[in-house]
């Protein structure tokens, strides 16, 4: 199965932005619904408590062993070692299943209660939710074949019909008894991850059925001994591995090293496990200190949710996509355990020409959120939420300052993903260190900023640690690269014209805030489209090359 890595990366965090927007305008309008019609505190419930818990599960259970797989299977070279891929990718189901015991404990009798109205339905939000993350999990063995494959379609297909089965189920019983809302969402999650099994399991047996009647179309006229008709079947499927869909399975694939698994694989994965549990405390770190302690109300942590929802939008719908599809380009271009000066040189060049038009764009990106999020902060909250959800000024500056967050949520993902990417496993071991250190100093900065400043300190603290996460990871690419004389960092400086066009942008925005909301809204578009133009102006190679790559994926 041929394939671009680069091309294939660029297409899927394409795809996933495209349609992570359409479905996750979708989300934010059932939020908008849930804030205006059932109540913070309900919102408070689901999308911090309950979500909280899903993404605890998930990460823990499958972040190590997928990152760990996706680097064994781009250094090896025996095919039969898919055996033990597969079978790696099968210990997060029981590693889910064990998790949750302790967690749904925490979660039932540790962290502060919900109104006693709310008691039973969480209750039973909170084992729905377990279930289902052990369910999803059911097919991450064939969700790790798309994605090494390069399925792009299928993965975006497949998110978009997840959400979108959630979000109809969802509106389906609370539009019919608002009281529900709570056993609503529960519901939702479950029917979410049987859509996920049926839909990946679904697909590859209709795949391998298609190439199966497409050998059996070849070989009609000279009918073959069933040997050579699976010598054949190997030679159209390529370097496709799997031949039937058991072969999903854990202990079906032929492994002729006859070992279950793999110890450089389970090193690896070790190495990441310490990372995930520590990265997982600084992505949620926020929501584990409202959940245990009563620091903010649920009414407060809606608040403070809807508003991070919303100032994370950049977040899902553009970083994340491109993390995700950077991560997946360098680990299958540069080598973990080879220096640079010592790997094919232009792949090298290549993945730090890749590395600087990441930073360049994700920064942009950053800074056009901080300077327009600016003025523009309490018209989106008015739209969305109300002129009740806006009063007192509270979510105004939670999404001002949220702004900046963005900007350097987007510089760490980038950044970091590369380093993570490219760390050999005592590297990583030796980053757990450092990521202890700044998990514990975020978790006692979120406690002490948010005595003094309340929700915005989460904010401050998440600044702070991002700050230093940064300063961490751009060292390690300017060392790594300092040797060859190349220096992927620059794409963090986005150029005299941009920049000029866009300080000019934020101070007229600003002039215009306390005008009619019609008159500052066509001012911001305008801006906007200027900055647009300046940046394109400045950076006239990379818009040629996104053309040139667009076109030539259109054509395919």
Not at 33 to 57: A, K
Request: charged share 15%; aromatic share 14%; net charge positive.
């Amino acid at each position: 199965m041929a394939r671009n890595v680069l091309e294939s990366s660029l297409l899927g965090a394409g795809f996933s932005i495209i349609f992570q927007i359409l479905c996750r305008i979708l989300t934010f309008g059932i939020n908008a619904y849930i804030v205006r019609h059932v109540g913070r505190e309900v919102l408070g419930i689901m999308n911090v408590r309950l979500l909280l818990l899903e993404s605890t599960l998930l990460f823990l259970s499958r972040e190590a062993i997928n990152r760990a797989a996706l680097s064994a299977n781009a250094q090896q070279g025996d095919r039969c070692s898919w055996a033990q891929l597969i079978n790696q990718m099968w210990l997060t189901v029981p590693i889910c299943a064990v998790l949750c015991g302790p967690c749904l404990y925490i979660w039932l009798n540790w962290l502060s209660s919900v109104d006693a109205i709310y008691a039973s339905q969480y209750e039973f939000a909170c084992y729905a939710v377990a279930l289902s993350c052990v369910l999803e999990l059911v097919a991450e063995s064939a969700v790790f074949v798309a994605q090494v494959f390069c399925f792009v379609k299928l993965k975006i297909l497949l998110n978009t019909l997840h959400i979108l089965v959630r979000s109809a189920i969802f509106l389906w019983i609370v539009t019919g008894d608002r009281s529900a809302a709570i056993n609503a969402f529960a519901i939702a999650q479950l029917s979410s991850a049987v859509t996920i099994v049926l839909g990946q399991y679904g697909f590859f047996y209709f795949y391998l059925k298609g190439f199966k009647n497409f050998v059996t179309q070849q070989t009609r006229k000279k009918p073959l001994t069933p040997k050579a008709w699976q010598i054949s079947l190997y030679e159209h499927m390529d370097d496709f591995p799997f031949k039937h869909l058991n072969d999903f399975l854990p202990g079906v694939m032929f492994n002729p090293n006859g070992k279950y698994f793999n110890r450089e694989l389970q090193t690896l994965t070790l190495s990441f496990v310490k990372q995930g549990v520590l990265k997982q405390i600084l992505t949620e770190g926020e929501k584990y200190v409202m959940s245990v302690s009563p620091v903010l109300s649920f009414g407060e942590q809606a608040t403070y949710d809807v508003v991070n929802n919303l100032g994370s939008m950049a977040a899902r719908f553009i970083f994340r996509p491109i993390e995700d599809s950077s991560y997946f380009y360098f680990t299958q271009t540069l080598s973990r355990d080879i220096k640079l000066a010592k790997q094919p040189q232009e792949r090298v060049r290549q993945a730090s020409s890749v590395l600087n038009n990441l930073l360049l764009g994700v920064s942009s990106i950053g800074l056009i959120a901080f300077t327009f999020g600016q003025s523009y902060s309490y018209p989106v909250l008015l739209l969305y939420g109300g002129p009740d959800f806006v009063a007192g000024g509270l979510p105004q500056s939670l999404l001002q300052w949220h702004c900046l967050a963005i900007y350097l949520l987007a510089v760490n993902g980038i950044s970091e993903g590369y380093m993570f990417a490219t760390n050999t496993s005592r590297d990583i071991d030796k980053y757990n260190y450092l990521m202890a250190i700044f998990s514990i100093s975020f978790l006692v900065l979120s406690y002490i900023l948010t005595g003094i400043f309340g929700p915005v300190g989460f904010i401050f603290a998440n600044c702070i640690n991002m700050m230093s996460r940064i300063l961490y990871s751009t060292y390690y690419i300017r060392h790594q690269y300092r040797p060859l004389s190349l220096d992927p960092l620059l794409g963090l400086w986005p150029g005299k014209l941009f920049g000029g066009t866009l300080f000019l942008a934020g101070i007229v925005c600003y002039w215009y805030q306390s005008s009619s909301l019609v008159t500052h809204l066509g001012v911001g578009v305008l801006a906007g489209l200027a900055c647009l133009l300046s940046w394109a102006l400045a950076h006239r190679d990379l818009v040629r090359l996104a053309w040139r790559y667009g076109r030539r994926i259109k054509i395919e």
